[in-house]
């Protein structure tokens, strides 16, 4: 865990969360190379932010993202950045034509850590006499 942590002048931590994109009416839009194009335009955006992807995959109709990312970002900030870069390049490099490639919702997990069970037991442990 320790080789994880991202040490700030404030702060201390390991952000990480599970991100799935959907795209717009679930319409089946990605091959292979669309997938490995989308991996390499969201891990450029991620270093460009300061961000990491640390897993990617996808299937025609969406993807999955595993990225760690500092605490001077939410959550839904590097959805969008991610979602909207990654649209424009998308158009660009396969002359997408559809109004929208993604759909405009998403889900997000945040992961890793001791399980919640395990943290409230910590806590309680730590309470005044």
């Known amino acids: 865990m320790a080789n994880n942590l991202l040490k700030c ?3 201390v931590t390991e952000l990480n969360a599970h ?5 717009k009416y679930r319409n089946k839009v990605f091959d292979k ?7 390499a335009t969201m891990k450029d955006t991620a ?3 300061g961000f990491k992807v640390l897993e990617f995959d996808g299937e025609p109709d969406h993807i999955h993202i595993f990225i760690t990312y500092p605490p001077k970002y939410s959550v839904s900030k590097l959805v969008n950045h991610l979602k909207g870069v990654s649209s424009r390049m998308y158009r660009k490099q396969f ?4 109004t929208h490639l993604w759909s405009p919702s998403y889900f997000a997990s945040s992961v890793g850590g001791a399980p ?5 037991q910590y806590i309680n442990r ?4």
Do not use: C, D, W, Y
Not at 95 to 98: A, D, L
Not at 116 to 120: A, D, G, H, Q
């Open 9 to 11: 002048r404030h702060s």
């Open 19 to 23: 991100l799935v994109f959907v795209t």
């Open 33 to 39: 190379e669309g997938l490995e194009f989308l991996q």
């Open 47 to 49: 270093q460009k932010m």
């Open 95 to 98: 002359n997408f034509n559809g």
């Open 116 to 120: 919640i069970e395990v943290l409230k």
């Open 126 to 129: 730590h309470s005044a006499p």
